[in-house]
Structures are given as C-alpha cells and as structure tokens.
C-alpha cells in the first residue's frame, strides 16, 4: 500500500515536470519585410507584408511566395543576375525570440552559378539568423524558364522527454528494487538477531 501511494505520488510529481506540447509552428500572420539587395549594399526596393498575402513580393526577376514553414523563389523565365541578395526579416518560425531558426531543407531548379560547369547553387547560398532574418544570394547566377528555389524553415527538435509510460516503468523499478533491498535487510536483521 505505502508503495503503490509513493509511486502514485511519484508520477503526479513528474507528469508537473513535462513541458506542455507547443502549438504548431507556423510562420503565416507573421510581419516581414523583404528587401532586394544589388551590389554591395544597396537596397534596390523594400516591401513590407504580412505571411499568407501570396505572393508576398514580385520584382522583375523573382516572386516570393511564404506559406508556413517554405519560402520558395519561382524565376521569370531566362535570366542573369548579377550581385542580387534578397533578405527577408521577421521569419521567427516558433514565435518564440529565444529559440534559433534553422533551414532545414533547400532546394533549387535551374537556377545555376556563373561557373565552369554551371553548377546549381546550394544551401551555402542561404543563411537564417537567429533574430529571423533569411538571406538568400543569387549573386552571378542564371536561370532557367522554370527555376526556382525552395528553403523549408524549421526549429530544432527539443530534447527528448520520456513518455509518461516510460517514466512509471523507471519509478515501478526503482520501488520494486527498494522494496527488495528492504526485505534483504529486514530479513538479515532477523536471521541475526
């Protein structure tokens, strides 16, 4: 009896410890501003947009289109571009400042580097910081009549919580391996006694 109330207290007292399951993750409703970057550093054009307006930009080389967790660059047909940098500010993926964005996918179709070869660009074209700023070059690259870039956001997984059934399976061990060291005890103190 007092065992079955130690280990009911026991699991009551580690169900409080759990975090509570965030919500999904999304980035639509989130403010951002996208800038297009020629050059070095100057700002060819800003436009400020809510996530979920699709597109949310349009120049005469991409449309940005964001929906929850994709922010994906659909080209205007056969295009080079020189020193172009789109950024995109306000992409915080789990609302949450204190919780770093991370890329977890990029993807691209004909869209290639100016180089011997023509070589596709990658995710070392890409960077999100912490703050949720994306950064994506396009710098001296050509594309195709139906390229585009693809870069899937994400957080990063949390660390593993045992289920609660796992969690009462550890506490039961532990209380059936105590009970069992008692009674070695109490049966030790008898046969000496």
Same mark, same amino acid.
């Given at each position: 009896?007092?065992?079955?109330?130690? @280990? &009911?207290?026991?699991?009551? *007292?580690?169900?409080?410890?759990?975090?509570?399951?965030? *919500?999904?993750?999304?980035?639509?409703?989130? &403010? #951002?501003?996208?800038?297009? #970057? =020629?050059?070095?550093?100057?700002?060819?054009? /800003?436009?400020?947009?809510?996530?979920?307006?699709?597109?949310?930009?349009?120049?005469?080389?991409?449309?940005?289109?964001?929906?929850? %967790?994709?922010?994906?660059?659909?080209?205007?047909?056969?295009?080079?571009?020189? =020193? @172009?940098?789109?950024? @995109?500010?306000?992409?915080?993926?789990?609302?949450?400042? *204190? /919780?770093?964005?991370?890329? +977890?996918?990029?993807?691209?179709? =004909?869209?290639?580097?100016?180089?011997?070869?023509?070589?596709?660009?990658?995710? &070392? %074209?890409?960077?999100? &910081?912490?703050?949720? =700023?994306?950064?994506?070059?396009?710098? %001296?690259?050509?594309?195709?009549?139906?390229?585009?870039?693809?870069?899937?956001?994400?957080?990063?997984?949390?660390?593993?919580?045992?289920?609660? $059934?796992?969690? !009462?399976?550890? @506490?039961?061990?532990?209380?059936?391996?105590?009970?069992? !060291?008692?009674?070695? +005890? +109490?049966?030790?103190?008898?046969?000496? $006694?």
């Amino acid at each position: 009896m007092f065992v079955t109330k130690t @280990i &009911s207290v026991l699991l009551a *007292a580690a169900a409080t410890l759990l975090p509570a399951v965030p *919500a999904s993750a999304t980035l639509i409703g989130d &403010s #951002i501003v996208i800038k297009r #970057i =020629q050059g070095v550093d100057t700002v060819f054009k /800003t436009v400020a947009a809510t996530v979920g307006d699709s597109p949310e930009y349009i120049d005469n080389f991409f449309a940005i289109d964001i929906t929850e %967790n994709e922010v994906r660059f659909d080209t205007f047909g056969n295009l080079s571009l020189g =020193q @172009i940098v789109y950024t @995109i500010d306000g992409l915080d993926f789990d609302d949450n400042p *204190a /919780t770093p964005n991370i890329v +977890t996918e990029f993807f691209s179709k =004909q869209i290639f580097r100016q180089a011997t070869g023509f070589p596709p660009i990658d995710s &070392s %074209n890409v960077t999100i &910081s912490p703050s949720g =700023q994306l950064r994506v070059s396009f710098a %001296n690259t050509v594309t195709g009549a139906d390229g585009f870039a693809s870069v899937t956001l994400g957080a990063p997984s949390p660390a593993a919580v045992p289920e609660p $059934a796992t969690w !009462a399976m550890m @506490i039961g061990g532990f209380g059936l391996a105590g009970s069992a !060291a008692r009674r070695r +005890t +109490t049966r030790a103190a008898r046969v000496l $006694a």
